[in-house]
């Protein structure tokens, strides 16, 4: 098992950028594909950033593709997002997710079987 805990969210005016971090411990992170997931008020939660186990392969939701960037550490047990070109409509709470199976991400919630507490980025015009 495997616990999480995501830090760096905050306030940001619109066109700045924001560096989203996610702590593991209990396993190490090279057993799991890591995902970053957000949920805006009033919608679903929804897939925004995947890495496999090393993370050579990654995955992007159209909205944010080109804008944030998934990275891992895994020997300090790490997962980051960096967002760049940050819009109001990124406004939302950020979930970092571990998914056992380590070989790809995926975009389907329910393929992770760990969550951490999610940070919330607030984003200005």
């Known amino acids: 098992q495997v616990q999480l805990v995501e830090s760096g969210g905050g306030l940001v005016q619109a066109g700045t950028s924001l560096r989203l971090s996610c702590a593991a411990s209990g396993r190490t992170l090279t057993s799991y594909a890591m995902g970053w997931f957000r949920q805006a008020p009033g919608k679903e939660r929804e897939f925004a950033a995947g890495?496999?186990?090393?993370?050579?392969?990654?995955y992007y939701a159209d909205s944010v593709k080109g804008r944030f960037t998934i990275s891992r550490d895994n020997a300090k047990n790490m997962v980051f997002l960096q967002m760049n070109s940050l819009k109001p409509e990124d406004t939302a709470v950020y979930y970092c997710?571990?998914?056992?199976?380590?070989?790809?991400?995926?975009?389907?919630?329910?393929?992770?079987?760990?969550w951490g507490q999610g940070t919330l980025v607030t984003v200005s015009s």
């Open positions: 997710a571990a998914k056992a199976h380590p070989w790809r991400s995926s975009v389907p919630r329910a393929d992770y079987e760990y």
């Open positions: 890495a496999n186990w090393n993370g050579a392969n990654t």
